[in-house]
């Protein structure tokens, strides 16, 4: 079994930046994939980025060139920095992990976009 905490969420202005970190309870050498994914109010949740064993990257379009994920494998963390932060990016993250025995999710951390 795999435990994940979110962190890092707040409040932001647009065009701010946050860094939202994910803590696994186990090491990340177990873990294949690794993704953050977000869900506002009456939308279903959505992939923002993945990031594989060997650190290959995959982003929706929507974040591409703004959010950056990374795996740090010796601290057992994963990372999405975002910048040039819009109002529509508005949701509740999640970390997820997709290990051999199945997928687990954190959480969740809020990530409010607002003037």
């Known amino acids: 079994q795999v435990q994940l905490v979110e962190s890092g969420g707040g409040l932001v202005q647009p065009g701010g930046s946050l860094r939202l970190a994910c803590s696994a309870s186990?090491?990340?050498?177990?873990?294949?994939?690794m993704g953050w994914y977000r869900q506002a109010p009456g939308n279903e949740r959505e992939l923002v980025a993945l990031?594989?064993?060997?650190?290959?990257?995959t982003y929706a379009g929507s974040v591409q060139g703004r959010f950056t994920i990374s795996r740090d494998n010796t601290k057992n963390m994963l990372y999405l920095q975002m910048n040039s932060l819009k109002i529509e990016d508005t949701a509740v993250y999640y970390c997820?992990?997709?290990?051999?025995?199945?997928?687990?999710w954190g959480p969740g951390t809020q990530v409010t976009v607002s003037s």
């Open positions: 997820k992990a997709d290990v051999i025995t199945g997928s687990y």
């Open positions: 990031i594989t064993r060997s650190s290959s990257t």
């Open positions: 186990v090491n990340m050498f177990r873990i294949n994939a």
